[in-house]
């Protein structure tokens, strides 16, 4: 049986201002963010005279955990608003009112709960020299004062669970996962020596009054990515951007590039030791026998340019992905061994070289096909594994599928995407984004080269639950057909 730590924090005003690297909003709030929190009310004022040895051995002991589950209420930007505030000058200027600076806040405002919980697994082998430290830490918990910025104040609290006990906790499980996906959102998580390097720092912030400086000294803490458990695990990618040189592809030419990805990919696997699940010619090349079977292989995606009023459906960026759940070994081989290739044409011309993202906007644009949502729209085409009649409507409860919409059902089965997790589909000709086109506008390789016995629509998901992309569905899903973006909520 395994036991928990439970760490929570009950926020007093349902707000939090806490913000992580580069002034980006975060929630929710970062393992480190409470080990710090924890540690500065067990020695802030008169408890500092009670530190001692066994609390800290315990935070050593919690600083080389894994990272913790985290239970949290469902949280949404509020509307910004604009704080005036003194800046921290007072030595010069004595008058509080003429040293007044604008500072605009938005925070998370916590929906559905107001309780935070953060929870350490211990196994049961474990348990019994791990005891000590975690009920020390759980009567720690209660000194907390403040999670976030000073104004987000908490109670705090620390209990020692069961498996049944965290199963009945309300909100959103969020795990931690080391998979690689580039240009994702991370949060701090303290590490080895976390504790004596806070220690080290509060001590030159306390001497730089006799000092007349403060001396900035490296931070020792881990990063990890947190995703939300859902019923689609996440698919762990490799991304890329054209160089500065290089002309961008249309957005109907998206199978066309994908051929080139493909082919380079498959060229740079021949002569590598990287091994891959049934082999480079399965997962690398998707060379497939029999098509109704669907075994773990690459996803060649390249990405129009979509999601803002100047969006042209250019692509600029490319993407290969694993299959939903990979462990992410063979998405980071291709974000190596790819960095500086070439892309060549069938004719033999070079096409573009892949680069690491180096456009200021290429993080928005990435994360419209990466981040959580339950809005999806396709930006290109999803190609129908048959023959529809030319008939589709959306879906209502109280009539019967049409054909295009249970060969639609068999496109979310084929991909990994279970029936059940959708709530509802929309199906039409006309494109969702700035930028996309008509399906009959997009190239297609042969075996999907008959409009007819392979029709595509523009196809708009809602899912129950929030899901991760990259999401791809359709007869051309490995090739850059059928391709989505989350849409606003």
Known sequence: ??????????????????????????????????FQALLAGSRTGCRSREWSKAKAEAFHWLEQREPPMIIAPDARRAPAYTLFVPNNDSDKNFERESRLTSKIV???????????????PIDETDFAAAKPHAELLCREARNILALGWGIDQVVGDGRILTDAEVDKLPGQRWRAWNIHRPEQDIWRIPKSGTLEDLERVHALFLARVQEKK???????????????????????????????????????DVVKVAAMLRSLTCRIAKGDTHQFPGGAERYVAGHISDESFCPPRFSYLPLPTIGHPYADGMIRRLMIAEPFGGDGKHAEWAQRRLRGEVLISQEGKKEGRLLPLWRSTSKNIIRRYVRESRKWHSVTPVILPGYDNFKAIPHHAKQQPTKAERLLFKCF????????????????????????????????????ADHRARPGWHVSIVFRDAVSGPLAIGAGRHCGLGIFAAADE
């Open 1 to 34: 049986m395994t036991r928990y730590l439970d760490v929570s924090v009950t926020f007093l005003d349902p707000l939090f201002h806490g913000k992580r690297d580069a002034e980006e909003p975060e929630w929710p709030p970062s393992p480190m963010r409470l």
């Open 106 to 120: 938005q925070p998370h405002r916590l929906r559905d709960g107001d309780t935070v919980h953060y929870l350490w």
């Open 214 to 252: 403060y001396r900035a000294l490296p931070r020792k803490f881990g990063t990890v990515t947190y995703i939300r458990q859902t019923i689609l695990s996440p698919r762990p990618y490799a991304v890329f951007e054209l160089s500065e040189d290089d002309p961008p592809f249309r957005g109907v």
């Open 413 to 448: 089965a084929q991909a990994g995407i279970p029936l059940e997790s959708i709530e509802s589909v929309t199906m039409r000709k006309a494109p969702f984004w700035r930028g996309s086109q008509h399906p009959r506008e997009y190239y297609r390789p042969d075996y999907l």
